[in-house]
């Protein structure tokens, strides 16, 4: 009797451990928090209140009274797919990273790239979101977005920095990637769910990882395995 408690007490310990143990440890990032440093990068954003704000608050709802039913179903379509699965309408059904997974691993590290770059910049700059703003603006869901990261955006910053790593393994598609990923970009002000200087700041940071990534050391052998898996697919 006199081991119960110490053998409890182990037990209880190991419970406590193991689900720490089991989780899976954060990826390590290739850029240094230097490489994409959104304050040496990005401008700030209009100020609240000021007239360019109001401006791209107005912007915001000329588009809101344009856009087509079929504008905002695409827009929320592109809001529920900030992943590479983004670029499926322009690169077709192919496009599948589960029959591609030297491209979905080279992908998956430019995702995690890019989201410590983004995750920095809206710390940094905390600006309210439009609907935060001015609640009379409807569109997309916005129940999982934080009032306060609207820049830069983030889906933006996704969209531009796959698609400069895509464009770069596939240049015959370099100029429909890139379309795509301005399009992309232009559906967060159909959602309603960023201003026109947030998609502005998410196309600089994410082309600024995207070169970096391109040129890192570390992911050369990647690359080109990515770059050999495409063109075999035929893209």
Not at 197 to 223: E, F, K, N, Y
Request: glycine share 4%; hydrophobic share 45%; charged share 20%.
């Amino acid at each position: 009797m006199r081991h119960s408690v110490p053998l409890l007490a182990s037990l209880l310990a190991l419970t406590l451990v193991t689900p720490a143990l089991a989780q899976e440890a954060p990826a390590p990032s290739i850029l240094s928090p230097a490489d994409a440093d959104a304050a040496r990068l990005l401008p700030p954003p209009p100020a609240e209140g000021s007239a360019a704000q109001k401006a791209e608050l107005a912007e915001l709802h000329r588009i809101q009274d344009a856009r087509t039913p079929a504008q905002l179903a695409q827009a929320k379509w592109d809001n529920d797919h900030e992943d590479p699965s983004a670029f499926t309408p322009t690169l077709g059904p192919k496009f599948d990273m589960a029959s591609l997974p030297a491209t979905a691993k080279l992908l998956k590290i430019v995702d995690h790239e890019q989201s410590v770059a983004k995750k920095r910049a809206k710390v940094t700059f905390a600006r309210n979101r439009p609907w935060v703003i001015d609640p009379t603006l409807v569109g997309c869901d916005h129940a999982d977005d934080k009032p306060r990261s609207s820049y830069p955006s983030g889906h933006t910053t996704m969209g531009y920095a796959m698609a400069v790593v895509l464009a770069d393994l596939m240049p015959d598609k370099a100029q429909a990637v890139l379309a795509r990923a301005q399009d992309y970009a232009e559906d967060r002000l159909v959602c309603g769910v960023h201003f026109r200087s947030d998609i502005i700041a998410g196309q600089a940071l994410g082309t600024a990882v995207g070169v970096q990534l391109l040129h890192a050391p570390a992911l050369q052998d990647d690359i080109e395995a990515a770059r050999k898996e495409l063109a075999a697919a035929q893209f």
